[in-house]
């Protein structure tokens, strides 16, 4: 009886073994598998952690690019306005440089010419176109006597303005000439030498009225000469 009870005892054991054995090895697996869901779920978040920190390390790059193209055309337009500013403070300065040559020029071209002749005495209580008008005559073989004459007949015309004009008829001049490039059989000068002006209407004078109060008797008498 004993050794029935052994042999059972020694089954009953091995079965007990088989089954402890059995309910190890099914946690055993459980543990495994859970672990492997651990190391999975880790290595997923790794995953995720790595594309979002690629994806922070993108947006950061992106934002620096991003800014040093912004620089780059912040000093490509500041470069652009100077060399505009430049290029028209230079034209500017060309521009005063013509238009001062230009006013220059037209100044010399205008610029009333001095009589540098001799003046005779008889003349010095006379000035400026008349004083030269004075000499002039004399020296056109007229007498001191004609001045008044020649004096109040050009009075009367120009007021001895070498520059006057005659915005009805066109003439010009102190002695009004008509039309004014008749003066330039004397010199090129007449429109800014009062000398050219006055020596071609004495010799205007002299053909047609012979004296200077001769043409001034005539302008009395019908307005002009």
């Known amino acids: 009886m004993s050794r029935l009870w052994s042999r059972f005892g020694i089954r009953a054991l091995a079965v007990v073994l088989l089954l402890v054995g059995v309910v190890g090895g099914y946690y055993l697996g459980q543990d495994r598998e859970v672990q492997q869901q651990g190391i999975s779920a880790q290595l997923a978040a790794n995953a995720d952690q790595q594309e979002m920190e690629l994806i922070k390390e993108r947006h950061r790059q992106n934002m620096i690019a991003t800014a040093q193209q912004r620089e780059a055309e912040r000093v490509a337009r500041e470069k652009a306005l100077a060399a505009a500013k430049a290029e028209a403070e230079r034209a500017q300065k060309a521009e005063e440089a013509a238009s001062r040559k230009k006013r220059e020029e037209a100044e010399k071209n205008t610029a009333t010419k001095p009589y540098t002749g001799p003046i005779p005495a008889s003349c010095n209580e006379f000035s400026g176109n008349r004083k030269t008008g004075c ?91």
């Open 135 to 225: 000499a002039l005559m004399i020296g056109a073989g007229f007498k001191i006597d004609q001045f008044p004459c020649l004096n109040k007949l050009w009075d009367k015309e120009s007021g001895w303005n070498h520059k006057a004009r005659n915005s009805s008829s066109g003439a010009y001049g102190i002695a009004q000439a008509l039309p004014p490039t008749k003066m330039s059989s004397v010199a090129d000068d007449w429109q800014t030498n009062p000398a050219t002006q006055i020596k071609w209407g004495l010799g205007y004078i002299k053909g047609r009225y012979k004296t200077p109060c001769g043409a001034w008797s005539h302008s009395q008498s019908v307005g002009w000469y």
